[in-house]
């Protein structure tokens, strides 16, 4: 059975930093494409960064520059960091593990910056 599970989310001021976790049990966690979502208060979930299972990455415009995914296959963990974090930042983050479009959830973390 997959298992994600986020750690690291709180309230932070803006232009902090935040370093988000996802463990991953229950997969070959190494093929995986993982990604990071979020969903701001009221809208709709949005893709923020992805990093393949051959480490490439792609980030949303409303995060390049101030992000970075990474991925510890030993670990079984996908990390997000995002710094000069803004109000809009805020939100449920989620990771996803995908393979071959198998999807699988976290439960979130929330994020909240404020001004």
């Known amino acids: 059975q997959v298992r994600l599970v986020e750690s690291g989310g709180g309230l932070v001021q803006a232009g902090g930093s935040l370093r988000l976790s996802c463990a991953a049990s229950?997969?070959?966690?190494?093929?995986?494409?993982m990604a990071w979502y979020r969903q701001p208060p009221g809208k709709q979930r949005e893709l923020v960064a992805t990093?393949?299972?051959?480490?490439?990455?792609d980030y949303a415009d409303s995060v390049k520059g101030r992000s970075t995914i990474s991925r510890d296959n030993a670990k079984k963990t996908v990390y997000l960091e995002v710094k000069s974090l803004k109000p809009e930042d805020t939100a449920v983050y989620y990771c996803?593990?995908?393979?071959?479009?198998?999807?699988?959830w976290g439960q979130g973390t929330q994020v909240t910056v404020s001004s």
């Open positions: 229950g997969i070959i966690f190494s093929i995986y494409r």
């Open positions: 990093i393949t299972s051959r480490g490439i990455l």
């Open positions: 996803n593990a995908d393979y071959l479009g198998g999807n699988s």
